[in-house]
């Protein structure tokens, strides 16, 4: 079956540009996670969701990013007003629900500001 | 809070080599998940274990083989006779019940040489 897709696969703005970064969960999976990953680090929690309620946002850096899951499947994370701190691999998982079952990655999002 | 250690930044071996990828967790919940994920050059991640806290009993998969001892607070991963295909960063996961949200170490990368 389809895994977790990403879109856009790369991504390059010009600081002070908003992007939107989307996620099409694995059909069926009722929570969906948002990683941000830095060169040479583990992933970092961001965000997650259960169906459509975002039940964490503490790893979100400031008020810049969010994210939104309107109709508990696909997920967008925005970044406003980027800056070249925010450049890394934004990854999304998901997983059969949050009870800390595996997450599945998706490929991620390469985001490069420059 | 919740930690991953993984001591070793970068292993390099001969193929056909055993080799031992370490993990050191902290965390002060009884119960908890331990992962290990896989990412190749690819980049993309790779779910390959999970274990919760109630079972320490080591498993094997393959060439692949994971010993889990809460006593050291450990959950190492042991690949038998490598191969260049097993080239990739390993990373070492945490999560805890009622939060399900992943803590990753900072990731080995492994060499295998022909």
């Known amino acids: 079956g389809a895994g977790v897709s990403q879109s856009p696969r790369y991504k390059v703005t010009k600081r002070g540009q908003d992007v939107a970064l989307r996620c099409d969960p694995i059909?069926?999976?009722?929570?969906l996670y948002w990683y941000r990953q830095a060169l040479g680090q583990g992933p970092e929690f961001l965000t997650y969701f259960n169906y459509e309620a975002q039940q964490d946002k503490s790893g979100l850096p400031n008020d810049r990013f969010s994210a939104e899951r309107p109709e508990g499947s696909i997920s967008t994370l925005t970044i406003q007003r980027t800056e070249q701190r925010d450049s890394a691999m934004y990854r999304c998982?998901?997983?059969?629900?949050?009870?800390?079952?595996?997450?599945?990655f998706g490929p991620g999002t390469r985001l490069t500001v420059t | 809070a919740q930690k991953v250690t993984q001591a070793q930044t970068e292993i390099s071996v001969v193929e056909k080599e055993d080799v031992t990828l370490d993990c050191v967790y902290e965390?002060?919940?009884?119960?908890?998940?331990l992962f290990w994920y896989k990412q190749p050059p690819s980049g993309e991640l790779v779910f390959l274990i999970r274990?919760?806290?109630?079972?320490?009993q080591n498993e094997i998969s393959g060439r692949y083989s994971w010993n889990f001892q809460k006593s050291t607070s450990s959950f190492n991963f042991t690949i038998t006779a490598s191969q260049v295909v097993d080239s990739a960063v390993y990373f070492c996961a945490l999560s805890v019940a009622g939060y399900s949200t992943l803590t990753f170490g900072k990731g080995t990368m492994l060499l295998v040489s022909p």
């Open positions: 965390t002060r919940d009884t119960t908890y998940y």
């Open positions: 059909s069926g999976h009722v929570s």
């Open positions: 274990r919760n806290s109630f079972d320490e």
């Open positions: 998982a998901s997983s059969l629900n949050g009870h800390s079952y595996e997450q599945y």
